[in-house]
């Protein structure tokens, strides 16, 4: 596309964080606007028009269903205005995989929606924030990244909202996909694509909803008992995810406590703590009403499950399809 019309919608994180110093370790993220931030962008004589939005400034370990409201809300306002081509969502990488998830299961495949960090703050030696903002732009100004449904853009990396996860705490590198890698390779002046487009033009999967139900999320280990189960779980609890170990394991006395929940109508998902690996269905699932979270990590399958409680959804072979179909 020549000169794409795009619209920015900062969050805050890294990407917008500050040291105080080229070399120091700890920062503050969410300390530059979005009107400061494009001046530097323009600098960078990117093929664009870009319109910045504030929308908060504040590191992604702070932003929930408020901050997602508000972000759905212009992002699906921004597809029904013809000018607009393509929506960036500059945000933090610690919780970047939760919105660009929640984002892909609730709006359309029709405009290309990106979201970008970055692992240094501005001031960093080796910042690389304006490198990725740079191949955001050149992703949302594609003809062909809406059909992937929403995206992450790191480190010259392109990946699909289900597949990616931070992997690492460090390094400009910290981005994996599972169970695709990256779907495509990107740099401020090129965009390979791995495979055509799968979602083209296709309606939103659930409808947005700033009422998540409440879905804690169970992270098992060695020699966990059952009363974790019972601290975990309140009256606001609607569902589950369990990060169980290996393939979503669990000591039986824990598995006990969660199959009567179970049998109460509590929807109750096994995931694995593990960072890659499916979890697929178990003969046991049956008679437990267990449902297998497949190749999504515990915080996606959260995301998942409560926007399936939030519309009504409660038994567990509904849910399953759910979690195997997408
Ligand atoms: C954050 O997620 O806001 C802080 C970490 C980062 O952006 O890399």
């Known amino acids: 596309m020549t000169n794409p019309n795009i619209l920015v919608l900062a969050t805050g994180g890294t990407i917008a964080g500050k040291a105080g110093s080229a070399t120091r370790h700890d920062y503050r993220p969410g300390q530059i606007g979005i009107d400061d931030y494009l001046d530097q962008v323009a600098g960078l004589g990117l093929n664009a028009t870009l319109t910045g939005k504030q929308i ?4 992604s370990e702070d932003i929930g269903p408020e901050i997602w409201a508000k972000l759905h809300a212009e992002i699906s306002a921004a597809i029904d205005v013809p000018s607009i081509d393509g929506v960036i969502i500059t945000h933090g990488t610690d919780t ?18 990106v979201l970008v960090g970055a692992m240094r703050p501005a001031d960093a030696v080796g910042y690389d ?40 705490t460090r390094g400009t590198d910290a981005f994996r996909g599972f169970p695709r890698d990256s779907i495509g390779l990107v740099t401020p002046s090129a965009l390979d694509w791995f495979g055509a487009p799968w979602r083209v033009d296709e309606a939103a999967r659930f409808a947005f909803t700033q009422a998540l139900p409440d879905v804690p999320i169970l992270t098992v280990h060695a020699g966990m008992t059952p ?10 609890t609607r569902g589950v995810v369990v990060a169980g170990v290996g ?26 703590r593990l960072d890659e690996g499916l979890v697929d269905r178990e003969p046991e699932d049956d008679p437990n009403r267990f449902v ?21 959804l409660t038994d567990p072979s509904a849910i399953q399809r759910e979690f195997d179909g997408r």
């Open 292 to 312: 297998a979270a497949r190749a999504l990590n515990p915080q996606k399958a959260r995301m998942l499950l409560a926007l399936l409680i939030a519309e009504g």
């Open 96 to 113: 970047v995989e939760e919105t660009a998830f929640l984002l892909d299961l609730t709006l359309p495949a029709t405009k290309p929606v």
């Open 129 to 168: 924030g304006l490198r990725n903002f740079a191949n955001a732009v050149r992703v949302a100004g594609d003809s062909e990244a809406s059909g992937r449904g929403v995206l992450v853009v790191m480190g010259d990396r392109v990946f699909a909202a289900r597949d990616v996860r931070k992997a690492r």
């Open 56 to 59: 908060a400034n504040i590191g």
């Open 247 to 272: 393939e979503g394991n669990m000591p039986d006395p824990v598995r006990d406590a969660l199959v009567a929940l179970a049998a109460d109508g509590m929807p109750i998902v096994r995931a694995s």
């Open 227 to 236: 009363d974790y189960v019972s601290r975990l779980v309140t009256g606001e």
